[in-house]
């Protein structure tokens, strides 16, 4: 399975929903779980594999500490057209990496929680409350199904800066496709 990485235009497609009950895109799980793990990530999202799908494959449990410093267990989940349905009032700081932006890690702002409602892999609807990590890294799968990368959801300075580290890493001419466009401006606070 191939991870695409920025500047991809996989990256930059509105994913389609997903039909209730279509398990074709069940078969891409296993394989984006393993991706995942073996990049000691957090999660995956359908384009990133190019499944241009509303799925994102979840574990933010593994990489937890309860309150005597022990992980929590692993806790894999599947999202089939997640919505954000309630979300805080403010925004938080958030420093994310990516694994289609390989090396890179880029300030950006989230909700400080959010509550999404989805189906899981046997399609039934489910509602998941995140904050900390957990409700950032929804957020984060979230944007890829939109076509947004970090890139895109950083503000214009964190951008550049980060398209210039990007570029210094990865030897790529790396340019956003979204440019300097408006996204940021409708989701400024
Ligand atoms: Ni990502």
Redesign the pocket.
Known sequence: MQVYTFPDPVLHEVCEPVEPGDETVLRYVDNMFKEMYGSDGV?L?GP?VGLLKRMVVIDTDYVTEDEDGELLPSRPLVLINPEIIEHSETKIPSTEG????PGLSVNVKRWEWVRVKCLDADFNEVEHYGEDLFGICMQ??MD?LDGV??IERADPIARLKALREYRAATGQSARSSHGTGPLMEVDAQ
């Open positions: 999660g999202a990133q990516c694994l289609s932006l984060h799968e890829h990368t970090l």
